[in-house]
């Protein structure tokens, strides 16, 4: 890929000067000229109003007519069940590949597994890959990213998704740079044009702040990972089945350079998955110090909540961003959600929109929250909070 600038097209307008969000482009002799920090994203080019800025994306040798079907990158939980975010897009491929007439097949890597096949087939899949090898019992990007790719060359999917969470995010940006394709991190949205065939894979972008759409326009297959709890779980069918192939394989542990020694639980109160929590207490920029963060610890407790934050208070260095909730964070679906001086910001509600119940705590009357809130209190959280734990101990008789 390369971007020039014909000079002979080139009018001096500046356009192309604001629509660089990355400062690369200088007028020089009133002609436009690139610096070092184009990172050839090409907004100019779409900005110009003379075509002077020419984004050349060269030629592709790849047939993208050889590729077909919708895969599922699969996850296997340390109990032995499928995970979560699995039956998500299992229930997302299968609504794309209704809409392009294709089927939709998931890929199950692991040691002793074949039972998930039926969890698989239970919520939607065609047809089931089991990959059952004992060097794959835990994540290993090595010989996870070996399989995939190879499975991937021989059937040629035209779409993958995978789960955006730790195992996902890591393979596949493994498996796009070993195929030698595009690949879209943390979509919440997906569409599909059923003429071309295109996924159209949304992400935020800028810190949140915007929402981009990427097209891979001339590799396969397209590739996409997207945020747990983004697409809704599909409902289970016990008595649906799909294919299952047993793919056997052949993996030396002594190819592997990557070995695992030792499982360390975290217990801190980040260790609770907030994707998997029922109830969730969030705190935001209301809180004047630091050391005011117990009060949700304790309200946690009592509840057996899980633990949230704003991107106000990661920013700060107060907490973990492995905690934070929003569009920039994690997407949640909690059956309660208790939002404790947190204004409202439009990237956090992105994140808590898909809650049963939302309940605002915050001192002003006018924060944007309670507009999504199911109901709301106006006070100080240092004040409201220790009611609220002494309230529900009261109830409970401690």
């Known amino acids: 890929m390369a971007l020039r600038v014909e000079d002979n097209k080139c009018i001096g307008c500046e356009v192309c000067v604001h629509a660089c969000p990355y400062q690369a482009i200088e007028m020089v002799d009133e002609r436009a000229t690139l610096n070092e920090a184009c990172i050839l994203c090409g907004a100019c080019a779409y900005a110009c109003p003379t075509g002077a800025i020419v984004l050349d994306r060269g030629d592709s040798d790849v047939d993208i007519t050889q590729y077909e079907g919708i895969w599922v990158v699969g996850e296997v939980t340390s109990e032995g069940t499928m995970a979560m975010v699995t039956a998500e897009l299992i229930g997302e491929g299968g609504r794309l590949a209704a809409e392009i007439d294709t089927d939709l097949s998931v890929v199950l890597m692991g040691d002793d597994i074949r039972h998930t096949a039926e969890q698989a087939a239970g919520y939607g899949a065609d047809r089931v890959f089991v990959v059952d090898h004992p060097a794959l019992a835990r994540y290993r990007t090595e010989p996870f990213t070996r399989v995939m790719a190879d499975l991937i060359e021989e059937h040629k999917p035209e779409i993958v998704l995978a789960g955006a969470t730790s195992m996902g995010r890591d393979l596949a940006a493994r498996l796009a740079a070993r195929l030698k394709v595009g690949m879209t991190a943390d979509c919440i949205e997906l569409r599909i044009d059923p003429e071309t065939r295109m996924l159209e894979q949304t992400r935020p972008a800028f ?88 009060l949700l610890d304790e309200l946690a407790e009592q509840l057996g909540a899980a633990v949230g934050f704003s991107r106000a208070l990661v920013d700060q260095g107060w907490v973990s961003s492995t905690q934070q909730i929003g569009q920039s964070g994690k997407i949640v679906h909690p059956k309660l959600y208790i939002a404790c001086g947190i204004s409202g910001a439009i990237q956090h509600v992105a994140g808590i929109t898909g809650s049963d119940c939302i309940v605002a705590i915050n001192k002003d009357p006018d924060a944007p929250i309670f507009e999504v809130a199911h109901y709301g209190v106006v006070g100080d959280v240092a004040q409201v909070l220790p009611a609220m734990t002494e309230a529900i101990k009261a109830r409970r008789g401690e």
């Open 207 to 294: 810190g949140g702040n915007l929402l981009a759409t990427i097209l891979c326009e001339q590799t396969r297959p397209q590739m996409a990972s997207v945020r747990p709890n983004t697409m809704g779980l599909p409902s289970f069918d016990e008595s649906r089945e799909a294919e299952v192939i047993e793919v056997p394989v052949e993996i030396e542990e002594g190819s592997i350079t990557t070995k695992i020694l030792e499982v360390v639980r975290d217990e801190s109160r980040s260790a609770r998955k907030l994707v998997e929590a029922d109830i969730i207490v969030g705190g935001g920029r209301g809180f004047a110090d630091k050391q005011q963060l117990s």
